[in-house]
């Protein structure tokens, strides 16, 4: 750990969060962030040792507010008061949260806000045991260097009443809001949304920079939630990629695009792939948006999609893996593996799954782990993020065109 990266202070507001015990979201706040670091590198180490030695930790200089992303929950206390926060860990009753040491402050400020609103408005919150009630969620979204801020209420019907009189009102208090959604969830799930976006202020979504690049962000779309770590993070994936301008990349569970897009530059063609179809929408976008002409982005399963690559024999050079914490599929890595790419970039937030899915392809495939970087991305949290590279330890096959895949959306 470079001492400049670390903030090594623990203030003692951080040790005695109000309800960091009921959370249990925040259950290294006890730890000064020193030790944290210390805690991950230590896991991540037990975890990954009998791949490759595990390189120093990156956390941040200022571990805190560090979210851009804030989902709150809203109920009635037994005494009837309209409470918001999130729910005890293992179970569904909300704890009152007024602040948060990892969220974005007006994050916070705007959620209070649309909390205090609520009565005058005569709007009930909604109840999961008996179905009644309209607002089940407030999502705020900022972007962290744009300054634009996103707000969807998430209701259990498309009808909120004095809908133009209540944004209104959240503008006077809040003006420096750029846009405004109601999201319909309807369903008996623990989803916070749903399918449905009706947007009431401003365009439907909100941007923010990464690097030298303008991603676009509606509100179902996967963008990491700590944008200052996010740049090192893809910083360190795009080197361990070694890309000359001459490679194939292939961008495996792609989001809104941003990892490809990001080593678009210094590539010669980005393949992505992504099941969500909305964010595949805004990757679409963020490619024009940024003049990106060498890109493009598929609907589709990677594991599906990758399997047809390796059926028509179209080998990317590169790619770039990033999937949910479950980890990849068997599929997908069967696929991988037939591929045969140069190498492989895995970014992980589950280093237990990363664990799982190295050893399957080192066992089945002829690749050997050289690096592993954990990337403190969740301070305060246990989770940790980790950049492995994997690299065939046999000649690879020459690269071939992009193949005339089906799931490709024009």
């Not at 260097?145 to 959240?170: D, E, R, Y």
């Not at 490619?287 to 399997?307: S, T």
Request: glycine share 6%; hydrophobic share 40%.
């Amino acid at each position: 750990m470079k001492e400049e990266q670390v903030s090594e202070k623990k203030t003692e507001s951080m040790a005695h969060c109000p309800v960091e015990k009921k959370c249990g979201g925040c259950s290294l706040l006890h730890l000064s962030y020193a030790k944290q670091l210390a805690k991950k590198q230590r896991m991540v180490e037990g975890l990954l040792h009998d791949f490759c030695k595990v390189e120093p930790i990156l956390g941040m200089k200022d571990p805190l507010h560090y979210r851009n992303k804030v989902n709150a929950t809203f109920a009635y206390t037994k005494e009837r008061k309209i409470v918001s926060g999130i729910y005890q860990e293992g179970t569904h009753r909300v704890v009152p949260v007024e602040s948060c040491w990892i969220e974005d402050e007006t994050a916070d400020a705007v959620i209070q806000t649309i909390r205090g609103l609520l009565p005058s408005f005569k709007i009930k919150t909604y109840d999961e045991d008996t179905g009644f009630g309209l607002l089940r969620h407030v999502m705020v979204r900022i972007g962290k260097k744009s300054g634009q801020i996103m707000v969807v209420l998430v209701l259990a019907s498309p009808i909120l009443p004095s809908k133009n009189n209540f944004v209104k009102a959240l503008l006077k208090a809040h003006p420096q809001i750029t846009t405004v959604i109601l999201n319909v969830n309807d369903k008996k799930t623990t989803m916070v949304l749903g399918e449905r976006n009706i947007t009431l202020y401003g365009p439907g979504f909100i941007e923010d920079t990464l690097g030298t690049l303008t991603f676009r962000i509606s509100p179902g779309s996967f963008y990491q939630v700590n944008s200052v770590q996010t740049e090192r993070l893809y910083a360190t994936a795009i080197d361990f990629a070694k890309l000359t301008g001459k490679e194939t990349i292939l961008d495996a569970y792609c989001g809104i695009g941003t990892i490809g897009l990001f080593a678009a530059s210094k590539a010669a063609h980005v393949i992505g792939v992504e099941l969500n179809g909305a964010a595949v929408a805004d990757a679409r976008i963020n490619a024009k948006r940024n003049k990106i002409q060498n890109a493009e982005f598929f609907v589709g399963d990677a594991g599906d999609f990758c399997r047809k690559l390796a059926g028509q024999s179209a080998a990317p050079d590169v790619v770039f893996m990033d999937p949910p914490r479950s980890g990849s599929s068997e599929t997908f890595m069967k696929s991988l593996i037939t591929m045969a790419p140069k190498r492989i970039v895995y970014i992980s937030c589950n280093p237990e799954t990363l664990a799982r899915d190295l050893k399957y392809m080192t066992t089945h495939g002829k690749y050997k782990v050289t690096r592993c970087i954990p990337v403190d991305m969740f301070p305060a949290t246990e989770h940790v993020e980790v950049v492995s590279l994997l690299q065939k330890m046999s000649n690879t096959r020459e690269r071939t065109i992009t193949p005339d895949v089906d799931q490709k959306e024009r």
